[in-house]
Every structure is written in structure tokens, then in C-alpha cells.
């Protein structure tokens, strides 16, 4: 265990739904990330947030849209989505201000299947 | 635009070999170099961070080094075991960015 938790673990979705995945850290970190993992592909940083605020988005598209309203938490919340956008959606946080000298850890990851 | 990449993409070796994964990046401005695990369908393991002025880093039985101005850092398994089986990927942080470049892995599976 990493003390990054996130839920829920599998989802199927269509493309017209809306849902929404969660990432909880237990380490006390300032700093959170989504990350993109699709198959055959480098991973991919989605957003990067320092203290409950954006630091960096690596022009997502907007079916896309993420929330941290403390520093323990973090979501993704997700809307009309594209069967390409199946793919390991990944959390991880650090203890510093979002900077890449800090080690990073890892949730499990949600499994996302668009239909 | 800063690419990084790993060879071999997959290796299948048998229990007590000693190994080594290659990863190469193309622009030597970066903060670090970092070495991650991945078992399949979980996240990633933090193995080892080498910073830019270090040459290598150690942890038991894995040893990695880095070569910043060629562009290249190898990760020695010694000793290998079947629980090492998993994904490993290394990753670069470009200077003046927040964000790690990440090659797209070496597969390793060890058969007993």
C-alpha cells in the first residue's frame, strides 16, 4: 500500500454518461496528479494540482474535469467521453509543491472502459 | 521536445540471471532520472531517483546509474527473482516544467 487510494478500482461507462473517479492520499502531501495510462503508450500527466490549486494542464480536453477541494483529495470527473479515452487513469501526490524533484506515489489506478 | 525511451520492451529471463534496462532520453536538461515499477493493472512503485550531479543509486539487489550528458541510465536487477516480474519505467523531468516524461516500459518477466 502507498497511502494512495483510489476508487472505484473498474468502470464501464457509455459515452453519454457522466461519472466521476477518487483519489484520497493518507501521507499528508501538497501535491496531486492524474495520469493517463493507455495500452502501448508513455503515461501521460493530465493535471497537476499544488495545494488544492491547478498548477499545470497538459491541454486535456474538457470532457475532462478535475476538482481538489482539499489537499487529500482529488477527482476526475467525466462527461461524454470517447471509447479512446479507455485507458488506466492513475493518481499519485507528492510531498512537495508539485515540482518533479519529489518522488511521487501512486494509486492503483481505475481501469475505465468507454462503450 | 524531450523523448524517452526504453530497450528492450520486453525480457523473459530465467530465476538467479542479473539484468540490465536501458533507458535513453534525448535532452540532458533534467532535474532527475527516476526508475518506477508497475505490476500489471496497479500503479506504480517508486524504485530509485537519481539526481542530475549523482552517477548512481542503489537499493538491495537494484543498482541504477546515469550518464546525463549521453543521455542514458541502466538499471541492474542482480540476482533476479520471479517477484520481480512486472513493468519498469523510467521517467525524466525537463528543466523549467512540473511534469516527468515517461518511457513506455521494459516488460520483465523472471520464470523460476
Known amino acids: 500500500e502507498t497511502g494512495v487510494t483510489q476508487t472505484p478500482r473498474h468502470l464501464v461507462m457509455g459515452m453519454t454518461n457522466k461519472k466521476s473517479l477518487k483519489c484520497e492520499q493518507h501521507l499528508g502531501h501538497n501535491a496531486m496528479y492524474w495520469y493517463k495510462q493507455s495500452a502501448k503508450k508513455p503515461l501521460e500527466l493530465m493535471f497537476v494540482?499544488?495545494?488544492?490549486?491547478?498548477?499545470e494542464n497538459n491541454s486535456v480536453p474538457s470532457r475532462f474535469s478535475p476538482e481538489c477541494p482539499n489537499s487529500s483529495h482529488l477527482f476526475l470527473h467525466l462527461h461524454t467521453l470517447q471509447p479512446e479515452d479507455s485507458a488506466l487513469y492513475l493518481c499519485a501526490s507528492s510531498q512537495g509543491s508539485g515540482q518533479t524533484t519529489d518522488t511521487q506515489y501512486f494509486g492503483p489506478g481505475t481501469r475505465l472502459t468507454v462503450l | 521536445k524531450q523523448e524517452v525511451t526504453q530497450i528492450p520492451a520486453a525480457l523473459s529471463v530465467p530465476e538467479g540471471e542479473n539484468l540490465v534496462l536501458n533507458c535513453s532520453f534525448t535532452?540532458?536538461?533534467?532535474?532527475?532520472l527516476q526508475w518506477f515499477r508497475q505490476d500489471p493493472g496497479k500503479g506504480l512503485t517508486s524504485l530509485l531517483l537519481i539526481q542530475s550531479s549523482q552517477r548512481e543509486q542503489t537499493s538491495g539487489r537494484l543498482n541504477a546509474s546515469l550518464d546525463k550528458s549521453s543521455g542514458r541510465s541502466t538499471l541492474y536487477i542482480a540476482a533476479s527473482q520471479p517477484g520481480d516480474s512486472a513493468t519498469y519505467l523510467c521517467a525524466v523531468p525537463p528543466y523549467n516544467t512540473d511534469k516527468l516524461i515517461f518511457g513506455t516500459g521494459t516488460r520483465l518477466q523472471v520464470f523460476p
Open positions: 494540482y499544488s495545494l488544492e490549486e491547478r498548477v
Open positions: 535532452d540532458s536538461a533534467i532535474y532527475n
